[in-house]
């Protein structure tokens, strides 16, 4: 009974010490090819996030998204497209949810649900996460298919774009 007090004190005392984190700045950038021909690079600088985190990186829990129509290539073309593919009028927003940061070697491992296309899906990101207190910067890198969130491949013309695609996170509290 002890020790079930002390635990519960602890997680309590964790949950109110939680600082809410103000993004400063950021970015999600995306990398996929056209097989036999082009890379496909859309990015934005429009990033959402509400976080929270009680000093230690493995304590930052909260969300991150972004508007799928804030993403642009430099082929305006080819990001008509790209929202038609993400079908972006029926799932505005792709939302990354944190669950659980571990240390991992001299980073972290993020775990949480990525929400894209109207599935959601668990997903690992290893990241490095430094900074103190409400300032805190974080890159991550990791992929995903985009069969695996029911959305087919595009085929442009005879070429068709590979089903891997490539994130990288950037994010900068204040």
Known sequence: M???TVV???SLFTLL??????????YIKAHTQVLGDSTIDPATGRV???LTMAGDPTTLRGSVWIRSKDLRSDNKERDQHMYEVLAVKKYPKIRFRIDRVRRRGSGYLIEGRLSL???SRTVKVPAKISGKGSKLELTGRF???MSDY???PPKLLFLTVRDAV????????K
């Open 166 to 173: 490539d994130i990288t996170v950037y994010l900068r509290t």
């Open 17 to 26: 010490s939680a600082a809410s984190l103000h993004l400063q700045k950021g």
């Open 8 to 10: 519960l004190f602890l």
């Open 150 to 152: 029911g959305i087919k």
């Open 48 to 50: 959402h996030a509400a």
């Open 143 to 145: 992929r995903i298919l």
């Open 2 to 4: 002890k020790k079930l």
């Open 117 to 119: 296309h109207g599935k």
